[in-house]
Structures are given as C-alpha cells and as structure tokens.
C-alpha cells in the first residue's frame, strides 16, 4: 500500500472551477461574539451547499474565549479564565481573542477538490505565504496541524531539539463538502491568555505560542489583512469584497 504523501508534497494550490464566482471577502469592523459567529457560519454554509451564494472568508477578531474542538481533553483546560465554547470543529483547545486575526474560511470543496487533506494543506500554505510577506518562516509539521517558526533563541527540548513556537492554528469542520471554521493567526493578541489552556494539547515544554508581535514585528490588522488576501488568492483564487 502506498504511503500518503507528505502534506508538503501536496499540490499548493487549490483553486475553484474556472466559472465559479469570486470569493467574498469580508471583514468584520468590531468584535464578534462567537455565539453570533457559529449561527452566521452555519447559515452560510448551508446556503452554499445548497448552491444558492458564494463561497466566503470573514475575518474578524471575537473577545477573549477558548474552544474546545472534537478531540479536546477535559485536562487540557487549565484556567477557564474565559468564556469556553463547545465546538465542532477538529482540534483541541485554543484560545481566541483581539489581536489574533481569525478567517472563517467557507468553501464548496465540491468546486474544487473533495480532498480535506489536500484542503487542510492549502490552509498552512496560505498562511505560510502571508507570513513570508513579514518576512517570518513558518512551517507545517506532519505531526501538528497549523504553522511554526523556530525559535533558536529559546531552551532547547529534553533531546536537544530547537525550540519551535505556534503562530498559526487550523481548525475546521466540513457538512456536504462546504467547509467552515478556519484558521487563526496571532498578530498582537496577549499571549498570557493562552496559559489557560494547553494549546492543542501540545505538552512538550520546548513547545511555545507566538505572534507576530512577539517576533518584533509590530503589524498593523490592515497590514495583516492585506497579506492575507493577496495570498489567499495565490492559492483559491479570486476574491470581490462585500
């Protein structure tokens, strides 16, 4: 039996058929309440499934919060100094809140490519290539979903291993091949929040949270945001703002 191939071998680019229209691409102008996100989410993934809109990304920020994806541990939450969320999206616990740009990604995978694996690794590519625009590094592991950077800088694990921080997290859920939910990528967000929560169940203590801010780079959302999209279409494909 062949082995898969690795998420780095997979086509980056994971476009719509060539008559679909453009992405939506919106952005939120205030802090959203999860609550209000997860039922927008869900209404608009059903009305593309139903092929009656455009597929979406919608940025936004939420207030502090953590969510608990499908495969969460109870002991993972350390400090429920915020509101917690049951959600179903894959993942663990991870911490949302201002300064860290969340893109709830809704796609019609059957426009493009019925592969969630495929999909899962045009995800890091993209934000991989937002991060290149700040000159930042960041890197996929075959081992842990979302993007890292290395931090040299910082102690080494037990075995001598370079320090790695996240500054990405994926997480998503797909119904009838549309998919919501997204990423998140930490530009200013206080990282202190995130002490409440072992992120993504990642113990391992050479194992860190960052954000671009953290890596003195002090990037304006605006900034972010325009990265993200030029990007974004590198990979999916045209966008039209709403």
């Known amino acids: 039996m062949t082995a898969p191939l690795s998420r780095d071998a997979l086509p980056a680019q994971f476009l719509a058929d060539p008559d679909a229209p453009p992405v939506e691409w919106a952005i939120a102008d205030a802090l959203v309440p999860y609550e209000s996100a997860i039922v927008e989410m869900e209404s608009r993934a059903a009305a593309i499934a139903r092929g009656e809109t455009a597929e979406r990304v919608w940025l936004l920020e939420h207030p502090p919060l953590y969510t608990a994806g499908a495969s969460a541990k109870p002991g993972d939450l350390l400090d429920a100094r915020f509101p917690v969320f049951q959600t179903g999206r894959g993942g663990q616990y ?6 860290q740009r969340i893109a709830y990604v809704l796609l019609d995978l059957k426009r493009r490519k019925p592969d969630v694996r495929a999909y899962v690794a045009a995800l890091e590519s993209w934000i991989i290539a937002t991060l290149a625009a700040f000159n930042v590094t960041g890197e996929r592991r075959e081992d842990r979903v979302g993007v890292w950077v290395r931090r040299p800088d910082r102690p080494r694990g037990l075995a001598g291993q370079t320090a790695e921080d996240k500054i ?13 939910h997204g990423i998140a990528i930490n530009v200013e967000p206080n990282l202190s929040h995130f002490s409440g929560i072992t992120p993504c169940g990642v113990r391992d203590a050479h194992f860190g949270v960052t954000s671009l801010a953290d890596l003195g780079l002090p990037v304006a959302m605006a900034d972010a945001d325009v990265a993200l999209r030029r990007a974004f279409e590198q990979i999916f494909g045209p966008t039209a703002s709403v």
Do not use: E, K, M, N
Request: no cysteine; hydrophobic share 40%.
């Open 94 to 99: 991870t911490y949302h809140g201002p300064g």
């Open 168 to 180: 990405a997290a994926i997480g998503i859920r797909i119904r009838q091949w549309v998919t919501f």
